[in-house]
């Protein structure tokens, strides 16, 4: 079963406009922590916001904000005031329990910003 | 800041040939990983390694080998490339065991096999 789950393969937005790039998500560990990264067409991938399980309240960073409901495995990232910059492929990763540095990636959500 | 640090960018090569792809980072992190990259699949976990001296098998380590002799660097060798290796590689690493950790990757290696 994937453990990560990206659903919208691609996503338009206007610029200016807000989005949101859907990700739930599958695990028994009660310790995790979800990230989304970014990867624009040049291939690098950037990090971009971190949500951990114990956290009480969502993430915030600059423009990004992670809507967080642990209840049903969602941790969906909220990408405020679109950029032309932006258009990119996102994907959603979650790291299960202590000692591991190992991801387990979405498939990923291509999000293109049009003017 | 070099970070992390893969070459080389590009390869192509023959089925049955063999190659190393290297990886080393400069910020002295513990954890070190290999993921490969293919059209609709996300990336996937080959190897990684919690410390020097010490490898283990991530989702994907079939046709693969890894060491990790130093802190610094983690390379991925192909001992006899096969058309299904054609991916692009990520080497990553991170500092510590905790949930937060951030992960930073290197720029990626895109490999063909003919």
């Known amino acids: 079963a994937q453990k990560i789950t990206q659903t919208q393969p691609g996503m338009f937005v206007q610029e200016k406009e807000a989005v949101t790039l859907d990700c739930t998500y599958d695990?028994?560990?009660?310790?995790?922590?979800l990230f989304w990264y970014k990867q624009p067409s040049s291939g690098e991938m950037i990090f971009l916001i971190y949500q951990g399980s114990y956290d009480q309240q969502n993430a915030t960073e600059g423009r990004y904000s992670l809507n967080f409901q642990k209840a049903r495995k969602s941790a969906n990232l909220v990408i405020s005031a679109s950029q032309l910059g932006d258009s990119a492929m996102y994907f959603c990763?979650?790291?299960?329990?202590?000692?591991?540095?190992?991801?387990?990636f979405g498939t990923g959500t291509r999000l293109q910003v049009f003017p | 800041n070099a970070g992390v640090t893969q070459t080389p960018k590009f390869q192509v090569l023959k089925t049955g040939q063999s190659m190393t792809l290297q990886c080393a980072q400069d910020m002295n992190h513990e954890y070190m990983s290999w993921y490969r990259q293919d059209p609709g699949m996300g990336l996937r976990l080959i190897h990684y390694s919690v410390g020097a001296g010490i490898t283990d098998q991530g989702e994907v380590p079939n046709g693969y080998n890894v060491s990790r002799s130093t802190t610094e660097d983690f390379p991925l060798r192909l001992l006899s490339a096969a058309p299904s290796q054609t991916s692009v590689y990520f080497c990553?690493?991170?500092?510590?065991?905790?949930?937060?950790?951030?992960?930073?990757f290197g720029q990626g290696t895109r490999l063909t096999v003919v």
């Open positions: 695990t028994s560990d009660p310790s995790y922590g």
């Open positions: 990763a979650m790291r299960e329990g202590l000692n591991t540095d190992k991801l387990i």
């Open positions: 990553a690493s991170s500092y510590g065991n905790s949930l937060n950790t951030e992960a930073f």
